[in-house]
């Protein structure tokens, strides 16, 4: 049971960080800057970055020993989620491409903004 689990969490990596892959690149097509950049040929982790303007930075850690979004503006962290609210989040950055969100056009939810 302990192995077969142990697969599928290597499998739930894998596409995690293909899904990464694929959102960096179709956001620079976008305008924005981002990067993801995965260690080895085996896809087991990941660290994805964007940039939102304004100094406001969005980094997403994948690895088998865990998953982190955090978000920072003018280099101070705002946000650090870890496991499926990490995930959850992505759903922001998605929403960008989804819409066809330009970096001159987005703006961030004020909640975020109200932290500090």
Same mark, same amino acid.
């Given at each position: 049971?302990?192995?077969? %689990?142990?697969?599928?969490?290597?499998?739930?990596? $894998?596409? %995690?960080?293909?899904?990464?892959?694929?959102?960096?690149?179709?956001? @620079?097509?976008?305008?924005?800057?981002?990067?993801?950049?995965?260690?080895?040929?085996?896809?087991?982790?990941?660290?994805?970055?964007?940039?939102?303007?304004?100094?406001?930075?969005?980094?997403?850690?994948?690895?088998?020993?865990?998953?982190?979004?955090?978000?920072?503006?003018?280099?101070? @962290?705002?946000?650090?989620? @870890?496991?499926?609210?990490?995930?959850?989040?992505?759903?922001?950055?998605?929403?960008?491409?989804?819409? $066809?969100?330009?970096?001159?056009?987005?703006?961030?939810? %004020?909640?975020?903004?109200?932290?500090?």
């Amino acid at each position: 049971m302990f192995l077969r %689990l142990a697969y599928q969490h290597r499998q739930f990596v $894998q596409d %995690l960080v293909m899904n990464l892959q694929a959102l960096a690149i179709v956001l @620079e097509r976008q305008g924005y800057l981002a990067s993801c950049y995965t260690c080895g040929g085996q896809m087991n982790s990941a660290s994805f970055m964007v940039s939102l303007g304004d100094n406001h930075l969005i980094r997403f850690l994948v690895s088998d020993y865990g998953i982190t979004w955090t978000e920072m503006r003018d280099d101070r @962290e705002l946000m650090k989620l @870890e496991g499926a609210e990490a995930i959850s989040q992505l759903q922001e950055l998605a929403n960008l491409v989804k819409y $066809q969100i330009k970096p001159s056009q987005y703006r961030p939810a %004020l909640a975020a903004e109200s932290i500090y």
